[in-house]
């Protein structure tokens, strides 16, 4: 007589459908105070249904992006409800890029082992962002999959949908010589960069708690500063302004010519604005050459401006964090540092 084969169960192959039951739990309790009017579906639905109203000429904008690397911050230091934060306000300024205001926002977490509190810190920032800037939470998926993510090991994505009149779309098409680049300061590295920072940087717990007279913090406190969101400080000035260009990976080299059409580039003035001391130790600490400094991070600039000599008095007198960093000239779509 044979032994019958031990039952198996989905929990024993590393999924714990008991866990991801209690993670949407925290996930609804965020996400419902985030939920406008438009949304006609409740969170668990197996789509999210959003009305779109009010508009005479709707464009939908749409962007998708994720945390990168600083994801290993978090995780060292257990610290879960930045990363959140940092997603949403992202993706945010990508599509305020185009003029568009945030309309709903999905997220994905991949875990190797879903533990349900991490997922509701997470969820938790992504709401918080949201709210601040009238955005619904609208759904996501949170996916326990061993295998593919070692336990402790996890992924988040996020997908955001704005919408903006065809009308009043931002596309750079009117930049010409002679306008002006404004810049607006970033709170530190924001998303980008972190690759780099965990080569240069001994990452433990131990290390991220040493505090850094020069940053005034622990270096913990300064890699996971939230990535800032610029659309209430815009969202009135929108109609001045020709161009904006959103610092993330590439930084003002990269990501400025994104804008250019044929016959324009930029001239930056270094110095024009006060760069975080966490770019100069990065530097001085990798022994990093400039021009590789300004490829990778913002250096103190998370978002650029571009906008005619009429109007910078008023954006500057309605923006005080601005400052004047460059002008539009012609040439072949590149950016100079001078």
């Not at 997470?122 to 998926?141: D, N, Q, Y």
């Not at 903006?164 to 098409?173: A, Q, R, S, T, W």
Request: glycine share 12%.
């Amino acid at each position: 007589m044979t032994d019958e084969p031990r039952k198996q169960t989905y929990a024993a192959a590393g999924v714990d459908i008991d866990a991801a039951d209690q993670a949407l739990e925290l996930i609804k309790k965020h996400t419902r105070p985030t939920l406008r009017p438009e949304v006609l579906s409740d969170l668990g639905f197996f789509g999210g249904l959003f009305e779109l109203t009010g508009y005479e000429n709707p464009v939908i904008v749409s962007s998708a992006d994720g945390v990168g690397t600083k994801l290993k911050i978090a995780a060292a230091l257990d610290i879960y409800d930045t990363i959140g934060i940092d997603l949403v306000n992202h993706c945010i300024n990508d599509i305020l890029t185009c003029g568009a205001e945030p309309l709903f926002f999905l997220d994905y977490v991949g875990v190797g082992k879903l533990f349900p509190e991490h997922v509701g810190d997470i969820v938790k920032g992504l709401s918080e962002a949201c709210k601040e800037s009238e955005c619904s939470l609208i759904g996501g998926e949170t996916a326990e999959m061993p295998g593919i993510y070692a336990e402790g090991d996890f992924d988040l994505v996020g997908f955001i949908v704005g919408v903006v009149e065809k009308d009043k779309i931002i596309d750079g098409k009117t930049i010409e010589p002679g306008d002006v680049i404004l810049g607006l300061p970033s709170s530190g590295l924001h998303t980008n960069g972190y690759s780099l920072v965990r080569k240069l940087f001994d990452i433990t717990p131990s290390s991220l708690h040493v505090f850094y007279p020069k940053l005034r913090c622990s270096l913990g406190e300064e890699l996971l500063r939230p990535h800032r969101c610029y659309f209430q400080q815009l969202k009135p000035l929108l109609p001045q302004i020709k161009g904006l260009a959103h610092i993330t990976g590439g930084g003002l080299l990269d990501n400025i010519p994104r804008l250019f059409q044929s016959g324009v580039s930029a001239d930056i003035r270094k110095g024009s604005w006060a760069i975080p001391p966490i770019f100069g130790l990065i530097q001085k600490l990798g022994n990093i050459d400039e021009q590789e400094m300004y490829r990778v991070f913002n250096m103190g600039v998370g978002m650029t401006i571009f906008c005619s000599p009429d109007d910078v008095n008023s954006l500057l007198a309605s923006l005080p964090e601005a400052k004047q960093i460059g002008e539009v000239v012609e040439g072949d779509g590149k950016v100079t540092l001078a």
